[in-house]
C-alpha cells in the first residue's frame, strides 16, 4: 500500500508539475493574444487616422479644382463678351467709316 501510495504520490506532483506548466503556458499565449490585440488597435487606428488624412486631402484637392473651373469659366464667359463687344463696336465703327465717306462724296460733290 505504502509503496501505491509513494507511485500515486508522485504521479500526483508530476501532473500538479505539468498542469502548472501547462498554465504558464496557456498565461504566456494569452499574454501574446493580448499584445497582438493591442497592436491591430493600433494599426487600425494608425489606418483609420491615415484614412481621415487622406479624405481630407481629397476633398481639398476636389475643392480647388472646382474653384479653378469655375474660375477658367469665368474667364471663357468674360473673354466671349469682350470679343462680342470688339466685333459690336468693329462693325459700328466701319459704319460710322462708310457714312462719314458718304457725307464726304456727298460734300465734295
Known sequence: ???IRKRLEAEKMEL?????EAE???EQEENKVLRAQLELT???QE??????EKDEEF???RKNMNKAVENMQAAIE???KGKAEAVRMKKKLETDVMDLETALEHANA
Open 59 to 61: 476633398e481639398s484637392t
Open 47 to 52: 489606418i483609420e487616422r491615415r484614412m481621415g
Open 16 to 20: 500538479e508539475a505539468a498542469l502548472s
Open 42 to 44: 493600433q494599426v487600425r
Open 24 to 26: 504558464g503556458a496557456l
Open 1 to 3: 500500500i505504502d509503496k
Open 78 to 80: 468674360s473673354e466671349s
